[in-house]
């Protein structure tokens, strides 16, 4: 059974960089697939928002929005993919989650940005 679980700091101060790992179980990030592994977050009282991506070969795919902000790499050797997003700001609060297209979610990660 496929499992994934986000993990990293809770605070984050502002336009430091905030650094998330997603570490998959019961399956490979490597194995080729039509799936891509995404991060996605949910701001408090807002919609999810996709952020970006990484596919099972590592091509990396970026929201427009958060390009010039956001790096996605990952880790073979331990079945994990990582999203690093820089110059952080209060408007960063979310709810961060890791997932294997639509079917499959980490449980989420709150990740707070404040001095």
Same mark, same amino acid.
């Given at each position: 059974?496929?499992?994934?679980?986000?993990?990293?700091?809770?605070?984050?101060?502002?336009?430091?960089?905030?650094?998330? =790992?997603?570490?998959?179980?019961?399956?490979?990030? $490597?194995?080729?697939?039509?799936?891509?592994?995404?991060?996605?977050?949910?701001?408090?009282?807002?919609?999810?928002?996709?952020?970006? #991506?990484?596919?099972?070969?590592? $091509?990396?795919?970026?929201?427009?929005?958060?390009?010039?902000?956001?790096?996605?790499?990952?880790? $073979?050797?331990?079945?994990?993919? &990582?999203?690093?997003?820089?110059?952080? =700001?209060?408007?960063? &609060?979310?709810?961060?989650?890791?997932?294997?297209?639509?079917?499959?979610?980490?449980?989420? #990660?709150?990740?707070?940005?404040?001095?």
């Amino acid at each position: 059974q496929l499992q994934l679980q986000e993990s990293g700091p809770g605070l984050v101060k502002p336009s430091q960089t905030l650094s998330l =790992t997603c570490t998959v179980s019961g399956g490979s990030i $490597t194995t080729n697939t039509y799936w891509s592994w995404n991060w996605i977050r949910q701001p408090p009282g807002r919609g999810l928002e996709w952020m970006g #991506a990484i596919t099972y070969s590592g $091509t990396t795919y970026y929201s427009p929005s958060l390009k010039s902000r956001s790096s996605i790499s990952r880790d $073979t050797s331990k079945n994990q993919f &990582t999203l690093q997003l820089s110059s952080v =700001t209060p408007e960063d &609060t979310a709810v961060y989650y890791c997932s294997r297209g639509l079917g499959h979610w980490g449980q989420g #990660a709150q990740v707070t940005v404040s001095s």
